[in-house]
């Protein structure tokens, strides 16, 4: 045994999956296969000690202290893939407890106080936890058979829902417990902190699942409870391993503790250093340290899935406040670039290719919660750009037509064509008198999953419904992939406002009206190229994250095999 050992390399193991979670099924499991402490051959063969167990029952059973039960397996039944050590014998959890059984079937008569009453929820966490238990009567609780009042010594062990917990009694409170619920009175010849580690184990776990009845809520019936093979090792053995548990366990709570320990440090760092970019005006000298220290240490900040995704968030942030690259004074204003966009529009409604749209009032102050780098534009986005919405009617369907694209088509983030219901050519041309949709416009859910803006990047002619179409005036003018990332950033606050309670919905007036901070044109370009190169270092973050995930749980068995049981190899 070389505890030490796990105990220095514990760091490079911290950041595997389950480890601790890991670390106590791998030390049940060397226990109940005799790998955990030395055999001595001196000590009572465990073969032994079921017939000195046979014979108290059978003495028991004949002055009437407990009921004779039936045999429930034969003494050469052998678990698969469990070869006991030499002294040990594989035998059935009914030959080793005087009974078996659960709490009363019939629901007890509630009282204020009395006797507690527990159910699975007092003893789920492997304790048992009176604080809430409900009452009965002491008249109720006396009327019981004696087998069913737990006492010291007995075990409990849950069969319903949340099964396969075992709970050792320690003291003589008086409670009774539901018929959800199991009671265990082993032998006074076993140890009960071992049968508690055994039935704590994959392999009697294993065994009460393949036992157990019923789809929506597993249940272990008592039948097969009784069933349950265990493995037995000489008493005195049953001692030592009970003693080397409890020492590794509470190695194991050590290790749990300073895990969490340095989860919560890692969690405020990176929580602290994204909320310091993410902060509305930050001191420029300030930020760009914090900046380069976030940015430089991405790979220790970013330790889970969840925190590469908050990091994804902050960077689209950065990007649409202006925070994420230089602002170049030889860049034309984004004022300008508005100017041509109305030149632009005008021409258009002139010419009759669009209808002239109702002014929208100016930003207020208090719309952009940022400050406003220099050379950019506040606005709205019904200004910048052509800013529309499919049919609002249901068209007739047919076998063969044109893709209608709903919300659910972009539920993914991209365009897809999939379970699209198909209308007319009729159908089809009307909706795009309103709504024509072309290669590198952009669509925007408007209904359920509001956001998830995507780019059309076909030519596959298709309709729309439910969703808003965003056009850019002239391809000098804008650059799609901004617009995107400001979408996607503006997501949570556009669910926030949306109307609708469980089918929230944005108008296409809430759209029009929805401030905009614009940069440059030049200024977008040099947005979009930083932004995608750190989403690429997100990408391969979280791929190191999945490779890594199976090497590290390789290290940790190699780790944990060494730490434990040096004596294998």
């Known amino acids: 045994m070389n505890a030490e050992y796990l105990l220095t390399h514990f760091d490079r193991l911290a950041d595997a999956p389950d480890t ?47 009921k004779k039960t039936k045999p429930t397996t034969d003494l050469t039944s052998s678990i698969p893939g469990l070869d006991v050590t030499s ?29 507690p009453f527990l159910v699975i929820g007092n003893v789920r966490s492997q304790t048992i ?18 087998i069913r009042r737990p006492r010291s010594g007995d075990l409990l062990y849950t069969l319903v829902g949340s099964y396969g917990i075992p709970v050792v009694v320690r003291d003589e409170q008086p409670f009774c417990v539901q018929r959800h619920i199991g009671i265990l009175r082993p032998s006074k010849l076993i140890d009960v902190g071992f049968l508690a580690r055994v039935m704590e184990s994959r392999l009697v776990f294993e065994q009460a699942t393949a036992c157990a009845t ?7 019936p008592l039948s097969g409870l009784r069933r349950l093979l265990i493995p037995l090792p000489p008493l005195a053995e049953q001692r030592r391993i ?76 950065l990007a649409v406040r202006g925070k994420l690259v230089e602002q170049n004074p030889g860049d034309e204003p984004a004022g300008e670039l508005l100017r ?10 002139a010419e009759r290719k669009m209808k002239r749209s109702k002014d929208l009032p100016p930003v207020e102050d208090q719309e952009i919660k940022f400050g406003i780098p220099a050379g950019w534009a506040v606005t709205r986005m019904g200004v910048a750009y052509d800013v529309r919405d499919g ?44 709504s024509a949709v072309v290669k590198g416009d952009i669509l925007l859910a408007m209904i359920g999953s509001i956001g998830n803006p995507v780019i059309v990047d076909t030519d596959r002619p298709f309709a729309i419904k439910n969703v808003a179409l965003l056009k850019y005036f002239d391809p000098d003018y804008s650059n799609p992939r901004f617009l995107r990332f400001f979408l996607l950033n503006a997501a949570n606050e556009m669910k926030a406002l949306a109307a609708g309670g469980l089918q929230p919905f944005v108008s296409l007036s809430f759209l029009r009206n929805y401030p905009l901070a614009l940069p440059p044109l030049a200024e977008q370009h040099r947005i979009v190229a930083k932004v995608d190169e750190l989403m690429a270092v997100c990408d391969r973050l979280e791929a190191s994250l999945a490779g890594g995930e199976e090497t590290r749980g390789r290290l940790v068995e190699a780790v944990l095999h060494e730490a434990l049981a040096p004596e294998l190899h």
């Open 242 to 317: 009970v003693a080397k548990v409890d020492e590794l366990m509470a190695l194991c709570d050590r290790l749990e503790t300073s895990r969490k320990d340095q989860e919560t440090t890692r969690d405020r760092l990176a929580t602290a250093s994204l909320a310091r970019l993410n902060a509305p005006d930050p001191d420029p000298t300030v930020f760009q340290n914090h900046a380069a220290f976030a940015l430089n240490n991405l790979t220790p900040l970013t330790t889970r899935p969840d925190q590469i995704k908050a990091l994804r968030q902050t960077i689209l942030n």
């Open 340 to 349: 041509k966009v109305a030149e632009t529009r005008k021409a258009l409604v």
């Open 391 to 434: 049919t609002h009617d249901s068209p007739r369907y047919v076998d063969e037509g044109y893709p209608l694209i709903t919300s659910k088509n972009l539920s993914s983030g991209y365009l897809s064509f999939d379970e699209t219901k198909l209308i007319s050519e009729e159908d089809y041309i009307k909706i795009s008198q309103r």
């Open 87 to 115: 002294g040990w014998v594989i035998t059935s959890l009914q030959s080793v407890c005087a009974s078996i059984t659960d709490g009363d079937h019939l629901p007890p008569p509630k009282t204020e106080n009395g006797i």
């Open 129 to 146: 936890n009176f604080a809430g238990s409900r009452f009965v009567s002491p008249e109720y609780y006396e009327a019981l058979d004696p």
């Open 20 to 66: 601790v979670p890991r670390l106590r099924r791998f030390i049940l499991d060397l226990a109940v296969r005799g790998k955990l402490v030395e055999q001595d051959p001196e000590e009572e063969p465990a073969g032994e000690l079921l017939k000195r167990i046979a014979a108290e029952k059978k003495r028991r059973v004949e002055a009437g202290e407990i």
């Open 214 to 220: 019923g789809i929506a809520q597993k249940t272990i």
